[in-house]
């Protein structure tokens, strides 16, 4: 099956910090997701990014598919970011969405 | 749409009962997913359906554990009978084959 990568595993910012964290995965994509899960667990969607460029707020999302990578970027963060983002993908002709292991970040205020 | 709903939202048992897991999707989602967390494996896919048919259950871990889909609006994973070693997260997501939506998960613990 298709393999997901995301790096770094952990990371720890200071409020206020910019971040970059990376996904890169094996094979072609139909669907490439990024969710946050908070300490509650819940899992909240963030981007729905197969690919290109998205933005919500102080989150932002990039997509190559060609190149079988995508980034989120955290600006300004604020310690409600705190949590696990993981990045899940749906190799092509399958709907099944395969996650990677995760990055946990913590932010320090 | 007040998104996928789970229940329980905990669940304790002790190994050998009979647990089931609830989910009701997003309406006019077309797929379903069962989800499995742990620490050591992360989050699995176990099943998936759509419109009502199981289409892969290829990551459903042994015979003791079953899912069904009896209508568009509800399913049920049942674990019979339970382990400790089946304690983890179990979350149910529904899409309509794009963008995938989460619950909020039910906690299981076998004791």
């Known amino acids: 099956g298709i393999q997901v990568e995301q790096s770094p595993p952990d990371l720890i910012l200071q409020e206020g910090a910019n971040s970059t964290l990376r996904c890169n995965f094996s094979d072609s994509v139909n669907n490439l997701q990024w969710f946050h899960q908070n300490p509650w667990g819940q899992l909240i969607n963030l981007f729905y990014?197969?690919?290109g460029t998205k933005q919500n707020g102080r989150l932002s999302a990039t997509t190559v598919a060609t190149e079988r990578y995508s980034l989120l970027y955290i600006s300004s963060s604020q310690t409600t970011d705190s949590g696990v983002y993981f990045c899940a993908v749906e190799a092509s002709n399958d709907y099944k969405l395969s996650f990677g292991a995760g990055t946990t970040v913590t932010v320090r205020a | 749409d007040a998104g996928v709903i789970q229940s329980p939202r905990h669940e304790v048992t002790e190994m050998g009962q009979e647990v089931t897991l609830r989910c009701k999707p997003i309406s006019g989602h077309d797929y379903l997913f069962w989800y499995r967390q742990t620490m050591m494996r992360g989050l699995e896919l176990l099943i998936y359906?759509?419109?009502?048919?199981?289409?892969?259950d290829s990551g459903m871990p042994e015979d003791r554990f079953s899912a069904k889909m009896p209508n568009a609006s509800f399913s049920t994973l049942k674990i019979q009978p339970s382990e400790p070693r089946d304690s983890a997260v179990y979350f149910c997501a529904s899409s309509l084959g794009l963008e995938a939506f989460f619950g909020q998960g039910t906690r299981l613990t076998v004791v």
């Open positions: 990014i197969p690919s």
């Open positions: 359906f759509n419109n009502n048919v199981p289409i892969d």
